[in-house]
């Protein structure tokens, strides 16, 4: 069974539209871009990190500089971050959402290193007596292989991105979530730097699945929280899985959202294919009802395939567009930026349902 969503009828594809848009008085500059993308209602689907297939988070009480590591973290620990970095390894500073988290010399850090393939994903602690600890690991394998016997194995972390110093954004909105998720459930909730995004705060990361979720507050927090400890995804501040292509993330999204596909094992990737823009029928008619752009200028299509519940493949068709609404990104790094948008084409599969199921996105790009 399969369905295809209808085509843009007038002079401009919805993923592209500002019509919905507040006025530009409401949209000032000392709005801050939270507020700003909370007032476009810019969909969060496909906007996690892409190239985060591994973690190190390294607990330090602050002050956190607003881009690399503090001055204060041992040599060894920062040699093995950077050497990580180069496989795709992410590494976080974290601390406990409390005020003994915030004090120089509580007690010896907490280091955590995650990784695995997709539906094998792992999280290991250890306090740190001794930075060259990390020194006997190999951060190749920490994206591919099973634990690697760091320390003990941890089911659950939740990061709150607070990095007030990176983003005024993310600690307005973050630390109010951090505080509530604390009060819930405890020893599992850190407050964490920067981990991209910064106009969807408050955002949380998950682990070790790597699940990033957006504009979030202190209620809406602890109800996500709840399900991704019980191994289910809130879809409507979903906003992908980390390590996984842009287009792969947007298309789970959408999958997820067509079949109410909550668990998280429910949706297994397996893999994408990009069609070049002059093949595709789909991306020529977009791309005539869009103000006469040429396909290959504007749109790329993307199919992508997954498993879902083992009972078959099913395949998402959906194009890639540029959108016409610059806005303020980050206040920190005062980026303006044109997000890149999504549109659904289709959905096909045995389980596809072909009533109702048409929607546009857009997404960072």
């Not at 005020?99 to 994903?121: D, E, H, L």
């Amino acid at each position: 069974m399969s369905f295809k969503t209808g085509l843009p009828t007038s002079g401009r594809s919805e993923a592209g539209s500002c019509e919905a848009a507040p006025a530009k008085s409401t949209l000032s500059e000392t709005a801050g871009c939270a507020a700003i993308c909370r007032q476009l209602a810019e969909p969060l689907i496909g906007t996690a990190p892409t190239a985060a297939v591994g973690w190190l988070l390294i607990e330090h009480p602050g002050p956190w500089p607003a881009f690399g590591l503090p001055p204060d973290i041992p040599a060894p620990l920062a040699r093995f971050a950077n050497q990580a970095l180069e496989h795709g390894v992410r590494t976080q500073l974290i601390r406990r959402p409390d005020r003994m988290g915030r004090q120089v010399g509580a007690g010896t850090p907490i280091v955590m290193v995650g990784g695995g393939p997709p539906g094998r994903k792992w999280l290991e602690q250890r306090a740190l007596t001794d930075p060259h600890l990390l020194s006997g690991l190999d951060p190749s394998r920490i994206a591919h292989s099973q634990p690697l016997g760091f320390g003990v194995p941890v089911d659950a972390a939740l990061l709150v991105c607070t990095h007030g110093r990176r983003e005024v954004c993310c600690a307005r909105f973050g630390r109010p979530v951090a505080r509530a998720l604390a009060a819930h459930f405890g020893p599992v909730v850190w407050e964490t730097t920067h981990v991209g995004g910064d106009r969807f705060a408050a955002n949380l990361v998950v682990l070790p699945t790597g699940a990033y979720y957006g504009r979030l507050d202190p209620g809406s927090a602890v109800t996500v929280a709840e399900m991704a400890l019980e191994d289910r995804i809130a879809l409507d501040q979903f906003r992908g899985c980390a390590g996984l292509p842009a287009a792969v993330q947007a298309a789970e999204c959408l999958l997820r959202r067509a079949l109410g596909a909550v668990a998280a094992s429910a949706v297994r990737y397996i893999d994408q294919r990009d069609d070049d823009d002059d093949d595709d029928h789909y991306a020529h008619a977009l791309a005539a009802a869009a103000d006469g752009k040429s396909a290959r200028a504007a749109y790329r299509v993307h199919r992508v395939r997954f498993d879902v519940n083992g009972q078959g493949t099913h395949t998402v068709t959906l194009a890639r567009q540029d959108t016409t609404c610059p806005r303020l990104t980050s206040c920190g790094t005062g980026t303006v930026e044109t997000p890149t948008g999504y549109r659904l084409l289709g959905i096909a599969g045995p389980l596809a349902d072909p009533a109702g199921r048409r929607e546009a996105v857009r997404i960072a790009g």
